[in-house]
Protein backbone atom coordinates (compact mmCIF):
# COMPACT_ATOMS: atom_id res chain seq x y z
CA UNK A 1 0.00 0.00 0.00
CA UNK A 2 0.99 3.33 -1.16
CA UNK A 3 -0.11 6.51 -0.39
CA UNK A 4 -1.38 9.29 -3.23
CA UNK A 5 -2.90 12.20 -3.33
CA UNK A 6 -4.73 13.15 -6.70
CA UNK A 7 -5.51 16.55 -7.77
CA UNK A 8 -8.41 17.35 -10.65
CA UNK A 9 -9.74 20.20 -11.88
CA UNK A 10 -13.27 20.28 -12.98
CA UNK A 11 -14.79 22.84 -15.73
CA UNK A 12 -16.16 25.81 -13.85
CA UNK A 13 -19.75 25.63 -15.44
CA UNK A 14 -20.19 22.40 -12.35
CA UNK A 15 -21.95 23.04 -9.30
CA UNK A 16 -21.40 21.91 -5.84
CA UNK A 17 -23.21 19.18 -6.29
CA UNK A 18 -22.05 17.84 -9.50
CA UNK A 19 -18.51 18.09 -8.37
CA UNK A 20 -19.83 16.10 -5.26
CA UNK A 21 -20.99 13.24 -7.54
CA UNK A 22 -18.16 13.14 -9.29
CA UNK A 23 -15.90 13.08 -6.05
CA UNK A 24 -18.38 9.75 -4.99
CA UNK A 25 -17.83 8.05 -8.55
CA UNK A 26 -14.55 8.24 -7.67
CA UNK A 27 -14.82 7.07 -4.34
CA UNK A 28 -16.83 4.05 -5.59
CA UNK A 29 -14.40 3.66 -8.08
CA UNK A 30 -11.37 3.25 -5.70
CA UNK A 31 -12.81 1.19 -3.24
CA UNK A 32 -14.01 -1.55 -6.27
CA UNK A 33 -9.88 -1.04 -6.65
CA UNK A 34 -9.38 -2.32 -3.04
CA UNK A 35 -8.17 1.57 -2.65
CA UNK A 36 -9.16 3.79 0.24
CA UNK A 37 -10.30 7.69 -0.12
CA UNK A 38 -8.65 9.11 3.38
CA UNK A 39 -9.48 12.44 3.00
CA UNK A 40 -10.72 15.04 0.12
CA UNK A 41 -9.58 18.84 0.41
CA UNK A 42 -11.84 21.44 -1.86
CA UNK A 43 -9.64 24.59 -2.83
CA UNK A 44 -12.69 26.14 -4.62
CA UNK A 45 -13.29 28.34 -7.83
CA UNK A 46 -9.48 29.18 -8.61
CA UNK A 47 -8.23 31.07 -11.74
CA UNK A 48 -6.41 29.05 -14.14
CA UNK A 49 -2.46 30.44 -14.63
CA UNK A 50 -3.32 29.80 -18.02
CA UNK A 51 -6.55 28.50 -20.44
CA UNK A 52 -7.09 25.12 -20.56
CA UNK A 53 -9.52 23.89 -23.70
CA UNK A 54 -10.76 27.66 -22.96
CA UNK A 55 -11.53 27.71 -19.51
CA UNK A 56 -9.90 30.38 -17.30
CA UNK A 57 -11.70 28.95 -13.93
CA UNK A 58 -11.69 25.76 -12.71
CA UNK A 59 -12.83 23.79 -9.43
CA UNK A 60 -9.63 22.28 -7.88
CA UNK A 61 -10.20 19.47 -6.24
CA UNK A 62 -7.65 17.01 -3.67
CA UNK A 63 -8.04 13.34 -3.15
CA UNK A 64 -5.60 11.79 -0.40
CA UNK A 65 -6.11 8.24 -1.12
CA UNK A 66 -4.23 4.94 0.64
CA UNK A 67 -4.28 2.16 -2.54
CA UNK A 68 -1.79 0.69 -5.19
CA UNK A 69 -0.48 1.75 -8.10
CA UNK A 70 -3.62 -0.13 -10.30
CA UNK A 71 -6.23 2.07 -8.61
CA UNK A 72 -4.44 5.22 -9.57
CA UNK A 73 -4.09 4.09 -12.95
CA UNK A 74 -7.99 3.36 -12.99
CA UNK A 75 -9.03 6.73 -11.56
CA UNK A 76 -6.65 8.38 -14.24
CA UNK A 77 -8.87 6.48 -17.20
CA UNK A 78 -11.69 7.85 -15.41
CA UNK A 79 -10.76 11.28 -15.19
CA UNK A 80 -9.21 10.91 -18.96
CA UNK A 81 -13.21 9.77 -19.73
CA UNK A 82 -15.04 12.38 -17.56
CA UNK A 83 -15.30 15.54 -20.21
CA UNK A 84 -15.77 17.71 -17.18
CA UNK A 85 -12.37 17.19 -15.51
CA UNK A 86 -9.81 19.32 -17.72
CA UNK A 87 -6.98 18.32 -15.38
CA UNK A 88 -5.44 15.96 -13.31
CA UNK A 89 -2.13 15.04 -11.24
CA UNK A 90 -1.60 11.77 -9.21
CA UNK A 91 1.51 12.70 -6.91
CA UNK A 92 3.00 9.70 -4.58
CA UNK A 93 3.09 11.08 -1.09
CA UNK A 94 5.24 9.77 2.01
CA UNK A 95 2.10 10.16 4.20
CA UNK A 96 -1.16 11.65 4.49
CA UNK A 97 -1.44 14.72 5.73
CA UNK A 98 -5.60 15.46 6.58
CA UNK A 99 -4.53 18.71 7.31
CA UNK A 100 -5.43 21.53 5.02
CA UNK A 101 -2.94 22.99 2.81
CA UNK A 102 -2.05 26.71 2.16
CA UNK A 103 -4.61 26.81 -1.16
CA UNK A 104 -7.46 25.23 1.09
CA UNK A 105 -7.45 27.81 4.38
CA UNK A 106 -7.04 30.36 1.43
CA UNK A 107 -10.73 29.57 -0.13
CA UNK A 108 -12.18 29.05 3.45
CA UNK A 109 -11.21 32.35 4.45
CA UNK A 110 -12.59 34.31 1.62
CA UNK B 1 14.79 37.90 1.58
CA UNK B 2 18.44 37.13 1.70
CA UNK B 3 19.26 38.32 -2.06
CA UNK B 4 18.91 41.51 -1.02
CA UNK B 5 21.49 41.26 1.81
CA UNK B 6 23.97 41.85 -0.67
CA UNK B 7 24.01 45.32 -1.73
CA UNK B 8 23.87 46.58 2.19
CA UNK B 9 27.82 46.39 2.08
CA UNK B 10 29.32 46.90 -1.03
CA UNK B 11 27.92 50.65 -1.56
CA UNK B 12 30.04 52.81 1.40
CA UNK B 13 33.30 52.75 -0.82
CA UNK B 14 34.30 52.26 -3.74
CA UNK B 15 38.12 52.36 -2.88
CA UNK B 16 37.73 49.09 -0.88
CA UNK B 17 37.36 45.93 -2.47
CA UNK B 18 34.19 44.37 -4.08
CA UNK B 19 32.81 42.68 -0.86
CA UNK B 20 29.83 40.22 -1.92
CA UNK B 21 27.88 38.51 0.95
CA UNK B 22 27.84 34.81 0.60
CA UNK B 23 23.99 33.96 -0.19
CA UNK B 24 22.94 30.58 1.35
CA UNK B 25 20.44 27.96 0.30
CA UNK B 26 17.20 29.13 1.71
CA UNK B 27 15.76 25.53 1.49
CA UNK B 28 18.84 24.36 3.72
CA UNK B 29 19.45 24.64 6.85
CA UNK B 30 17.54 25.27 10.57
CA UNK B 31 15.01 27.81 8.90
CA UNK B 32 14.48 25.95 6.16
CA UNK B 33 11.56 26.62 4.26
CA UNK B 34 9.98 23.62 2.83
CA UNK B 35 9.37 23.22 -1.27
CA UNK B 36 5.77 22.10 -1.83
CA UNK B 37 4.06 22.79 -5.60
CA UNK B 38 1.03 24.02 -3.82
CA UNK B 39 2.45 27.08 -1.98
CA UNK B 40 3.25 29.45 -5.58
CA UNK B 41 4.09 32.23 -3.34
CA UNK B 42 7.19 30.99 -2.19
CA UNK B 43 7.68 29.25 -6.06
CA UNK B 44 7.43 32.56 -7.56
CA UNK B 45 10.36 34.24 -5.91
CA UNK B 46 12.19 31.78 -8.03
CA UNK B 47 11.09 32.28 -11.04
CA UNK B 48 11.62 35.59 -13.44
CA UNK B 49 9.27 37.39 -15.11
CA UNK B 50 8.45 35.50 -17.67
CA UNK B 51 8.15 32.31 -15.50
CA UNK B 52 11.71 30.84 -15.93
CA UNK B 53 13.00 29.06 -13.50
CA UNK B 54 15.79 30.78 -11.96
CA UNK B 55 19.17 28.90 -12.26
CA UNK B 56 20.55 27.58 -9.11
CA UNK B 57 24.05 29.83 -9.51
CA UNK B 58 21.94 32.79 -8.89
CA UNK B 59 19.14 31.73 -6.38
CA UNK B 60 22.26 29.64 -4.28
CA UNK B 61 19.79 27.61 -3.68
CA UNK B 62 21.92 23.48 -2.97
CA UNK B 63 21.92 21.56 -5.88
CA UNK B 64 19.22 18.89 -4.32
CA UNK B 65 17.18 21.39 -3.59
CA UNK B 66 16.93 23.17 -6.89
CA UNK B 67 15.79 19.54 -8.41
CA UNK B 68 12.84 19.86 -5.68
CA UNK B 69 12.24 22.97 -6.36
CA UNK B 70 12.19 22.16 -10.44
CA UNK B 71 10.15 19.79 -9.62
CA UNK B 72 7.98 21.30 -7.60
CA UNK B 73 7.35 24.30 -10.40
CA UNK B 74 6.94 22.05 -12.74
CA UNK B 75 3.76 20.41 -10.85
CA UNK B 76 2.81 23.99 -9.99
CA UNK B 77 2.35 24.50 -13.86
CA UNK B 78 0.72 21.23 -14.79
CA UNK B 79 -1.78 22.18 -12.31
CA UNK B 80 -2.56 25.97 -14.24
CA UNK B 81 -1.24 27.74 -10.51
CA UNK B 82 2.07 28.95 -12.64
CA UNK B 83 2.02 30.01 -15.76
CA UNK B 84 4.13 28.01 -18.63
CA UNK B 85 5.21 31.68 -19.95
CA UNK B 86 4.15 35.05 -18.89
Redesign the interface.
Known amino acids: MAFYESIFIARQELGEKEIEKTIESFKGILEKNSADLVDTELWGLRNLAYKIEKNKKGHYVVLKISGNGEAIHELERNMRIDENIIRYLSIKTDSINTEPSILAKKTQES | MQKDRKNDDNDSSGSKPFFRRKKTCPFSGPEAIVI?F??TRTLNKFVSERGKIIPARISAVSAPKQRKLAQAIK?A????????LA
Open positions: DRDRRILALMPY
